[in-house]
């Protein structure tokens, strides 16, 4: 997509006007906000720096929640936040699906993920996929924001965004950490941070490298990244940060479930696992220019560049499925159906199908925060652009030879069954003003999406098309929350504001009908109008609760049918109410030893269609929608450095399917997922005066076999894991 010109005038722009990590900064500390500051360098994020005027539900997972709760991976690091509802496919938190508020989790299309204001997805506009979130290792904590506050970002506002604020580069001296772990299933982990800086700026490295086995047989999976981050202090009012990354992943995990016999002889089988791969290699850049203009402006600018490139292999097209759709409750390998059932079959005489993608995209934002008293009000102001563009190369080959299970050898000689080209100029405008009048703050905004798509479809399932088509579209967002904070340490919120979701280009291509013009359907944006009210407060001593009552109605909900294709299934309703309470008894009566107890709860009451379609059916709930989702954890921490925690997940049982079946098909992609209930514990140990920590975490404890997902055959949910380590911190 990108000419030699265009990222020749792309790098320079960067460097002349840098990155912005939003204004902002919090930290919740049982449900209290503070200051968040780090070894005097104070940590950005997307939040603002009055947290008592946020017209919206947010979350903070901060350091010290991080190292309480101990997570394995970032789908433990959320698991409590409420609202949120985490499909985990595999054991290490890779590929996520991340769902919020009833919406589909798969692949957290429809949640805005962010790094340190960066999207992270494969590509924001044309293929919001993510296969990539920041190491946990990197996160100093973590921000979760569902209200009307998402209208500065884009482009998904349907639900929520999460942004993950990295660790800062240190400013006095030498510092870092090294930790080491290991557990069951051949799991081992090593990480390190080193950093040095001063008054003129610093330097920082992470270095990470993680292995080991996953939920189901021969899914092993290794992965690595190195992060070096600068920040150069040009005068007292600026400073620019540079951020330069690689990660690579190379794992047997299979997007391929099992049908319902092989589930049932073996939920924990791959039966092509040893040959079916996946390959990851991402490279990015992010800039930071910070100006602070005066002591009421800042200018900062948000460049960035990410190149991608994913490829998969796996052996079995459809399970416990034959090539004729005939359903049998046992795969076959494609193209392979000679050789028998995949599950006794010697995977290694047969081809497959390799999905090779690659993606670029980049993007500049300035945005100028400043504060003023227009019509003698004092308030503080948001404007901001960004100009964003991306390119994907989306490639299939088929082959039944051997020697196909080599991508080389499937691009010379194998079926050349797809060949799609996706390009995406996209031009943001937003503006957001927060009035402050006395208990009151009231904060209207707006967001406009300006996007041009082209999809040039070169080859289609196995036939020359050559056809082509453009979409432009222009999409106004305006969204106004108000809060109270009459009552101390507490404030009362409300915000309503309109979501938007741009439809994915892959989505817009029939199969089906490969004529021409028609092949290229025009499936729309998702577009939804979001409310809330609800309060959170602190006003007890050693008490923090939050509650939000929430509702979203869609205009236009796309839904994946069984055929794999998305289509527009019209109107749909989400309406629940999100609980989240701690309670520090050593706080309440003033003992150094701190026993806890916090929790959360999702009732998601409504998630249905409004409208009967060919699809569809009016009343049925909505896909991958629990109605309820608890989390409780009991917890003891004392000075002398120990922290210990034990807690129970819980998530009620779901439909798959727009029909709601409950009558387990044969591929096991229809049928009902029960309920489960999973334990989880993790304890710290830190002496006073000491620079070891010693940890230890478990998931699922109780080893308890439950099914996780059905969208491409039954997936099986994570066994026991256990891990523990040690961190030396200088």
């Known amino acids: 997509m990108y000419t030699t010109n265009k990222k020749i005038i792309f790098a320079a722009t960067a460097v002349a006007m840098g990155v912005n990590v939003s204004n902002g900064f919090a930290e919740t500390q049982g449900n209290q906000t503070d200051t968040l500051e780090v070894d005097s360098v104070v940590v950005k994020g997307i939040l603002p720096d009055r947290l008592e005027t946020v017209p919206g539900s947010y979350s903070v997972v901060d350091e010290k929640a991080l190292n309480e709760r101990r997570p394995f991976s970032l789908q433990e690091a959320i698991n409590n936040v409420p609202g949120i509802h985490i ?43 993510a296969h990539y979130t920041t190491p946990i290792e990197r996160v100093q904590r973590i921000e979760v924001v ?131 791969k996946f390959e990851y290699e991402r490279k990015s850049l992010q800039l930071q220019h910070i100006f602070d203009i005066n002591a009421n402006a800042t200018l900062t600018t948000n460049a960035y560049y990410v190149d991608a490139f994913r490829t998969s292999f796996r052996q079995i097209n459809a399970p416990g499925t034959l090539n004729d759709d005939t359903q049998t409750g046992v795969s076959v390998m494609d193209r392979c159906e000679s050789l028998g059932p995949a599950t006794v079959a010697n995977a290694a005489q047969c081809g497959g199908r390799h999905r090779p993608r690659s993606y670029d995209y980049y993007g500049f934002e300035p945005r100028l925060d400043i504060k003023h008293s227009l019509f003698g009000i004092d308030s503080s102001a948001v404007v901001g652009f960004r100009y964003h563009e991306e390119g994907n190369k989306r490639q299939q080959f088929r082959d039944g030879d051997p020697r196909a299970q080599s991508l080389s050898y499937a691009k010379a000689f194998g079926s050349f069954r797809e060949d799609i080209r996706i390009d995406i100029e996209a031009k943001s405008y937003y503006a957001q003003n927060t009035f402050y009048l006395g208990d009151w703050t009231l904060t209207p905004g707006l967001r406009v999406e300006d996007y041009k798509k082209k999809i040039n479809v070169l080859q289609a399932e196995g036939d020359p098309q050559g056809f082509a088509k453009t979409n432009s579209q222009t999409v106004w967002l305006p969204g106004i929350g108000t809060t109270w904070n009459g009552i101390a340490n507490t404030t009362v919120f409300a915000g309503i504001h309109r979501g938007f979701a741009p439809p994915r280009p892959s989505r817009d291509i029939n199969f089906d009908d490969l004529a021409g013009l028609d092949a290229i359907s025009s499936t729309r944006a998702e577009e939804s109008t979001n409310t809330e009210v609800g309060v959170r407060s602190s006003y007890f001593k050693g008490v923090g609760l939050e509650a939000t009552l929430f509702n979203i109605d869609f205009d236009e909900i796309v839904i994946q049918r069984n055929a794999g294709d998305f289509i527009n299934a019209g109107k749909s309703q989400q309406t629940g109410l999100e609980l989240a309470a701690r309670v520090d008894f050593g706080r309440i009566y003033d003992s150094p030893h701190n026993f806890y107890i916090a929790g959360n709860y999702t009732n998601l009451f409504t998630a249905k269609f409004k409208k009967s379609t060919d699809e569809t059916t009016s009343g049925n709930r909505l896909p991958y929608a629990p109605r309820d989702i608890a989390s409780i954890n009991f917890g003891y921490q004392h000075p002398v450095g120990i922290n210990a925690r034990i807690g129970v997940d819980y998530v009620s049982q779901q439909y798959v399917d727009p029909d709601n079946t409950t009558i387990e098909s044969l591929d096991g992609q229809e049928g009902k997922i029960p309920a489960y209930t999973l334990l989880n514990a993790s304890i710290n140990f830190r002496a006073i005066g000491s620079k070891l920590t010693y940890f230890i975490s478990g998931h699922n404890l109780a080893d308890k076999e439950y099914l996780i997902s059905r969208v491409d055959g039954k997936v099986a949910g994570r066994q026991r894991q256990v891990f523990g380590g040690i961190r030396y911190d200088f």
């Open 87 to 129: 499909v985990g496919e595999n054991t290490f938190g890779l590929g996520v699906n991340i769902g919020v508020r009833g919406m589909d989790p798969r692949r957290t299309s429809r949640t805005l993920l962010m790094e340190d204001g960066m999207p992270l997805f494969l590509g924001p506009y044309g293929d919001p996929s």
């Open 146 to 276: 569902k209200g009307s506050g998402q209208i500065l970002y884009g482009p998904q506002t349907v639900g929520g965004m999460i942004n993950f604020v990295t660790k800062p580069v240190p400013k006095n001296g030498f510092e870092g950490s090294v930790t080491g772990m290991a557990g069951n299933n051949d799991f081992t982990g090593f990480a390190a941070n080193l950093g040095v800086g001063g008054e003129q700026g610093g330097i920082m490295i992470d270095a990470i490298q993680k292995k080991g086995d996953g939920i189901r047989k021969n899914h092993d999976f290794e992965m690595r990244e190195l992060m070096v981050k600068g920040q150069l202090n040009l005068t007292e009012s600026q400073r620019i940060i540079a951020k330069v990354g690689y990660y690579e992943e190379n794992s047997h995990v299979s997007e391929t479930g099992l049908g319902a016999i092989e589930y049932a002889q073996d939920k924990y089988q791959a039966p092509t696992g040893k040959n079916d």
